[in-house]
């Protein structure tokens, strides 16, 4: 590393800076090549030449001889210096080589580079900043003095003359230097704040990014899975439809055998048939009499067979060949049947949903204005007293019905079609905790915190729990809803079984008890059916 001794033996002396290919004139004093040659240009009108550096005369233009040591010298010594950040200011006072500036002096409107920075004036006066060319921002233009105070109530940079004679007399001033940290230490502040708003927005948006690689990885599983399932179905109906086909073509050919076994045997009859015709004809064209009596009695058998009607292969093939000869559509449906419910006992389990068929009304939970169906599959409402005997499962104040059976665990599917006319009627349908009570203001399904339902009111759609009712929009367009429980995923799902299904609402939360499926129905002709 060069010190700083060395540095200035590797200086010019007419540029002041490094040596840019170093010549030697006869004295021994060494300068840039370029430098050297502007000064000597300078002084060929006078005959005479001097070196600017001892200032030895030559009469004739001295010979430039390369130092090639000092060329070495700069080639493979690093020398060490500020890297010198490049503003395109260039230094004043280096006219034969450009050298970017170090610092510009607002007293003396010059820029300098490091060289000629260190023997210029430090005093006061001679205030030194970034490289810059502007000089009419640093001082005020009337006063033609630098700009070294900041007047707090006008918010505006001036000068000593401003804050003594000016505008500015008898206003708070501070230095620029303590005013520019006031505003750095707010600036400060600033930064922190849009820091930490901005810390908090790449959070947000890789929480945001992680959830749609999440919605599109599992998108991508559900294809994945959905896809394998539907080729199965197809590889499944495939092999249904060969053997259906199979049951047909076999059928077909248990019918058409001894159809065709008939048929060669009644080609065969039809054939001597024709012979014994023939022979006939023969004997009936003749005309002498004679011939046609002798040859009567020698043919006795064509006359005899012809005279009994039908023969034994006739009367057996009308015995055979059944009346419509068609074949068993039933069995072809049996097995059409059976196997599709095969493929769909299958599609279920692929799916991982169990579609819950045994989902029936309890008629001991039933309030006494619900009827239910003998079926147990239908609750309606009605204004006669059913009289049923007082239970403690028994709702008393809803016209309301619970399902038989509960769900601690799995997924369950079930559908329920709701039929409803006139006016001032609601229904409700959804799930409930064993433990929701059976009487009171709060028995109501979706009116505690026991409950959730998805319920119509003149038409209108909410999702209730807690007595909190949530608007649906648009209402319902079809009469059937579908209900998916996910218990352990805690989740409690409606669709409107319309085309396309249209997803209404999911309740999550964690359940802590088993549920029942709920229905409240209460109005003119309002009822509601489980499907399956």
Known sequence: MATADLREELTCPICLSIYTDPV??????????????????????????????????????????RNIALCNVMKHLEITQPEQKDTGVLCTYCVHSPVPAAKSCLHCEASLCDTHLRVHSKSEEHVLT??????????????RELLKYYCTEDAACICVSCSLVGEHRGHQVELLNEASEKKKKKLRNVLQKLTTKREKTEKRVQSLQKHRRGVQEKAAGVTERLTALIRDIR????????????????Q????????????QQLEKEKDELTRKMSHI?????????????????SHRDDFCGAEKGDNEVTQRGDKQVPAGGDLDEGLISVTLYRGLADIVTDVKRGIYMQVTSDIFLDINTAHNNV?????????????????????PER?????????????????????????????????????????????????????????????????????????????????????????????????????????????????????????????????DDVCVRILC
């Not at 600017?52 to 005369?57: Q, V």
């Not at 970034?130 to 006063?143: A, L, M």
């Not at 204004?383 to 005997?389: C, L, Y």
């Open 371 to 391: 009827i239910v169906s003998g079926d147990l599959k239908t609750a309606s409402c009605s204004v006669i007293n059913q009289q049923r005997p007082e239970t």
């Open 395 to 523: 709702f008393t104040d809803y016209a309301q019905v619970l399902s038989t059976r509960s769900f601690s665990s799995g997924r369950h599917y079930w559908e329920v079609q709701i039929s409803e006319s006139g006016y001032w009627r609601e229904w409700c349908v959804g799930g409930c905790y064993t433990s929701m009570g059976r009487g009171g203001d709060q028995s109501g399904i979706g009116e505690n915190n026991k409950s959730w339902c998805l319920c119509s009111y003149n038409k209108d759609l909410y999702m209730r729990h807690n007595n909190i009712n949530t608007l649906l929009h648009p209402p319902l367009s079809c009469d059937t809803v579908g209900i998916l429980l996910d218990y352990e995923a805690g989740r409690l799902t409606f669709y409107e079984l319309c085309d396309p299904i249209r997803h209404l609402h999911t309740v999550t939360v964690t359940f802590t008890e088993p549920l029942h499926a709920a229905f409240r129905v209460w109005g």
């Open 252 to 263: 077909q050919e248990q019918l058409l055998l001894p159809i065709s076994d008939l048929i």
């Open 24 to 65: 030697t004139l006869s004295c021994g004093h060494n300068f840039c090549l370029g430098c050297i040659e502007s000064v000597l240009g300078t002084q060929e009108g006078s005959g005479l030449y001097s070196c600017p550096e001892c200032r030895e005369t030559f009469t004739q233009k001295p010979k430039l001889h």
């Open 130 to 143: 970034e490289p810059t060319t502007s000089w009419g921002n640093r001082k005020f233009s009337i006063h």
């Open 281 to 297: 004809e023969e004997l009936y064209n003749m005309t002498d009499p004679l011939t046609v009596l002798q040859e009567q009695e």
């Open 235 to 250: 590889k499944q109906l495939e092999d249904l439809e060969k053997r259906v086909l199979s049951d047909i073509t076999r």
